[in-house]
């Protein structure tokens, strides 16, 4: 699962910032025409699509959604009983933290990309500030560059995350 939680967003978010690094026009990231807000026209529809993915997979009849994964079935730690029990995943619970997860994930963008939009004014006034108490641009470029990194890993996560969903209800799901 690492690889679809870690190593695939992190390859997207490095990949991204090197093809941002080298545009020799920088697109417009907040404002009202900026890569923010049309992420945000984007994001702000994803919730209601996995509340009603989670809804599905929690509701679904078929007896074959509560058997255990094919081996070698993923494993999540839960609490029973005051202690960490190791339990192997069925097709159901993996969907339904699947789900979860991109419900929590999406409403956490839209949330981020909403503050961004809604402070752009005074981010270009921080910004301002923070350039002329450090007496120079650098320390501006670290915090810009951690917030883009944390939204743009954050983005390439969820479509992993969305993609690998999709391929599993349409793929996986079907077989023994």
Not at 18 to 30: D, E, F, G, N, T
Not at 59 to 75: H, R, S
Request: charged share 10%; proline share 6%; net charge positive.
């Amino acid at each position: 699962m690492r690889t679809y939680t870690m190593w695939l967003p992190l390859f997207l978010t490095i990949l991204v910032a090197a093809v941002y690094v080298l545009l020799p026009v920088k697109p417009i990231i907040v404002g009202e025409k900026g890569l923010a807000a049309s992420l945000m026209a984007l994001v702000s529809t994803l919730p209601g699509f996995y509340f009603a993915g989670l809804a599905a997979v929690a509701t679904f009849g078929n007896a074959t959604m509560d058997q255990e994964m094919p081996a070698p079935a993923p494993e999540v730690e839960m609490r029973v009983r005051g202690q960490q029990v190791p339990v192997k995943l069925t097709r159901r619970l993996f969907l339904s933290y699947l789900f979860s997860y991109l419900v929590i994930l999406s409403f956490g963008l839209c949330f981020a990309l909403l503050a961004i939009n809604a402070f752009a004014p005074s981010i270009d006034v921080l910004q301002a500030a923070v350039v002329r108490c450090a007496g120079a641009a650098w320390p501006w470029l670290i915090v810009k560059g951690a917030v883009g990194f944390i939204i743009t890993f954050a983005f390439a996560s969820m479509v992993v995350s969305t993609l690998h969903g999709v391929f599993f209800l349409m793929e996986k799901i079907h077989q023994p």
